[in-house]
């Protein structure tokens, strides 16, 4: 299921071409939201996750660069919100997906039609003092 999980979110974040990276030193956070409809029945039943029309998920990872080994995804600690252009906001609830070789973080969250969400994230890398500020607005149409 690893290597299922890994080949959908890198899929999905070609597809929709909305992959975004910050960094803040050695840190780089990627994010890629998606429709939950682009998740097999399986996988979101295995996650939990709703299939539908009116729902999204937020990917993220947190990569230390300075690691050496093929894939450098650390531990993190991770809040944030969305909103709509109207100003509703709701938080995030991340969930933790470590495969060992990989740490994934992703959230559900709800969308309309043709909706801008805007995303607000802080992201602690673990030993670290200084979060990395995620700030970027996604347009989502539904399918």
Known sequence: MKIVLMTLLVWAS?????DEVFKRGPFEVRVTPFPS???SPEMAQQ???ARSETQA?????????????AV????ARLSGQQANLLGQAFELE??????GEAIYYIAPFRISDQDTVRFT?????????V????????????Q
């Open 14 to 18: 070609q597809a929709l071409a909305t």
């Open 37 to 39: 409809t682009f998740l």
């Open 47 to 49: 996650y939990e996750l």
């Open 57 to 69: 998920i937020l990917n993220l990872s947190v990569y230390d660069t300075r690691l050496e080994r």
């Open 72 to 75: 450098k995804t650390v531990p």
């Open 94 to 99: 991340f969930q933790t997906i470590d495969e």
């Open 121 to 129: 994230i802080e992201v602690l890398p673990e030993g670290e003092r």
């Open 131 to 142: 979060p990395v500020d995620v700030k970027f607005s996604q347009k989502f149409y539904q």
